[in-house]
């Protein structure tokens, strides 16, 4: 009897480990508890009219240690679009990514510009690197560099390629308190494409870049765009509350990646703890299909952009702000 007992118990071990297995428990990998927050993986038109639009976004919302959240339905979500009064919703759907990516090599460009001292005091970017590494799996890698201004170079590479958590999560707190300078954006994009291209070992390249404010200058956004193409590397953007998010929005869907917004810096360690499931193509995200009509005089037109947001309210009074933008 005792034998019987002792082998169910192992066999009842061994099937909690294999749940265990099936979900990461972020717990263990997030060093602070953020708060929920999402993002745009795809906004594109579907049609539209002299007066009306209908266009279909790919929204994710993560909770406070970045677990995608399940079972929202559409009246969780409400559109706020510029130029546009919405009609409805044509289609709601909850999806999972099913086409896994692999592993693979990002870079996490972090902005150290001097308003990261007002906008992240508490160096929750730091934390939601950490995170990022933490999760990171046994064949990906991550490189770390940073960009302030002015210098020689608009960036750095902290550390190069790595699957050595402890030595890059040393290196990243390197950069607590060591803020200064201006914000040359789009030019470190492309010197950090360029290392990734020459430097990655898997062929799901990215490059992760957060910042908190607008580009010095816009004369390497296109290039950085071109250069993304060219050499087979996603942009994701992670911007912190006033960020040009119709620029980071098409860097990432220009580049086959996905923006990343915080109202709030704490919001950036959720967010981080998502990255690993993002990048691998794993996330769950709901498709929402809408349509709006032409508010006043504004008459829509080719190539013309339409600007918003999207609200995702539940459990307890949670509000996630996500930013969209419409490419006509």
Do not use: H
Not at 197 to 212: H, R
Not at 249 to 271: H, K, R
Request: aromatic share 8%.
């Amino acid at each position: 009897m005792k034998t019987n007992n002792l082998y169910t118990l192992l066999i009842l071990a061994m099937m909690g480990l294999m749940v265990t297995a099936c979900q990461k428990t972020y717990e263990k990998l997030v060093p602070v508890v953020g708060t929920p927050g999402g993002g745009l993986l795809a906004s594109s038109a579907k049609s539209y009219t002299s007066d009306t639009l209908v266009f279909e976004t790919d929204l994710f919302v993560v909770n406070r240690i970045g677990n995608f959240i399940e079972n929202l339905e559409e009246e969780n979500f409400s559109l706020a679009l510029g130029n546009a009064r919405l009609i409805g919703v044509e289609a709601f759907s909850a999806n999972t990514c099913d086409s896994t990516k692999g592993a693979y090599s990002a870079a996490l460009l972090l902005d150290q510009s001097g308003s990261i001292k007002s906008t992240d005091p508490n160096d929750a970017r730091i934390d939601g690197g950490i995170a990022f590494i933490n999760a990171m799996g046994g064949e990906d890698e991550i490189a770390l560099a940073y960009f302030e201004g002015p210098g020689s170079g608009a960036s750095a590479v902290l550390s190069d390629f790595s699957q050595k958590k402890k030595d890059l999560r040393n290196d990243i707190e390197t950069l607590s308190d060591a803020e200064g300078g201006d914000t040359p954006l789009y030019r470190a994009i492309v010197e950090t494409l360029d290392y990734v291209d020459q430097n990655a070992s898997n062929n799901n390249k990215a490059v992760v870049v957060f910042t908190d404010g607008q580009a010095s200058s816009s004369s390497y956004f296109n290039t950085a765009i071109n250069s993304a193409q060219e050499k087979g590397i996603s942009i994701y953007p992670v911007g912190l509350k006033e960020v040009n998010t119709v620029a980071l929005s098409d860097l990432a869907f220009e580049t086959g990646g996905a923006m990343l917004f915080a109202d709030d810096a704490i919001q950036l360690v959720s967010l981080y703890s998502s990255l690993d499931e993002i990048l691998n193509g794993n996330s769950l995200f709901y498709r929402i299909r809408w349509k709006v009509e032409r508010d006043g005089g504004y008459v829509w037109g080719d190539n013309d952009v339409l600007s918003g947001n999207v609200k995702v309210e539940f459990g307890e009074g949670v509000l996630v702000n996500i930013p969209v933008r419409v490419r006509l």
